[in-house]
């Protein structure tokens, strides 16, 4: 099941809400919420909720066992055990068979590549549960003794699949104190629908345009120096509005839970630099990486370019089982480098427009580089964005496309704008702003709200990106 479709929107939300409010105590309206929760992971394939409750067992005596520990080298033998299986479940639901095809490929060898299928959302479950672990260890939570309490966090459905990645410690006394305030159920609502709206009228709708230009991610076609840029930029807009939008849907359905999830994504297209755009984009992995790898240590010491690199290829390695990851992650790795090398100062002193283009050719590019998992057609890409493409500058049909979607170009980059924040600055001058940013914001949302549904009733294949990750 998944958040962008009709029988999530109007029977399956609905009727999880209303179980919510009519249950009073808490642990009733928690039990509801697991109930849920598991039913949505369930939803099509009800084996791999199996592995999951198996997950939150494990873990949960993982954390009891770092509590009752009464040696540091007890506590590191539990915490190593719940890391090995924690990371050993992703490698294998979702790097095994990668890992089959380049040991065969490197040594000649003919071992069968293993099919499994990827568990939805593990990579980013997995992250929460090691998060949880580590901080026991750390001392920076106590053990979870409830393990339905503990199992909601892991299962929690809005943000099981595709994150943000939310850390025990940020949920924790919520999970057995809270309530929803009329501002938790308007935000929250809010948040809902224009994350719904991104995904359904912006990504969704940009992506049939990608799907024209640069084709699928295993063949590029003949493609003009001008379409190939075109094609990628939009791919880039696309993948912020489907990402941003699936976070913004989970952060709004959390509040009206009464949870405060932390932000995933702070518009990052207005960034100047690289370093920037990563502290914008993705920041639940950008700070799970940050706090949990980047104080490790090797042979006694710290080593800051090591640990750069050794949190730019897991970045890359996180994103899926194809060598274009590892790339892209190692891309924006040198980048970051670079930058760190540089320093803030000297970075500072260059014109601002210089940084925003800077900024955006590379991160347009990076995408190019995650868009392609083929070898060959990336070389193709690569070739293609330079003047050596023999393809021309522009055809007709790029032209005619460009002409024919330039609304929604256009809207597409206002979106990437802080808008909300921009009427709440107009709400705050005084009480008729605010009583008028009010009702036009209800009208959007009831305006986006009913789009959004118009457009699902057709639409087919609309899965968000970031469910495969």
Known sequence: MIFSSLIFLYLFLPLCLITYGLVKPLKGKNAVLIVF??????????????FLLLSAVINYFVGLGIGAAKSEKLQKLIVGGGLVYNIGMIAVFKYSGFLVENVNAIFGSKFPVPEIAIMAGISFYTFQIISYIVDCYWGKVEPQKNFWDLLLFICLFPQLIAGPIVRYSTIAEEIGCRKTTMKDLSEGLTRL???LAKKVILADQLYRIVEDTIGSKSGVGPMTVMGTWYGIILYSLYIYFDFSGYSDMAIGMGRIFGFHFNENFNHPYLCKDIQEFWQRWHISLGSFFRDYLMPISFFGHRNKYFSLFLVWLCTGVWHGASWNYVIWGLYYGAFIMFETVLGKKRINKIPIVIRHIYSKLIIIIGFGIFFFEDFEQLGLFFRNITPLNPNGFSSEFELISLCNNLWLIIAAIICTFPLIELSKKISERSLNAKTAVSVSGTAI????????????VDATTNAFLYWNY
């Open 37 to 50: 929760s598991l039913l949505f992971y369930a939803w099509g394939e009800p084996v791999r909720i199996l």
């Open 193 to 195: 629908v224009v994350g």
């Open 445 to 456: 949302c009831a305006v986006l709200l009913v789009a959004s549904s118009i457009l699902l």
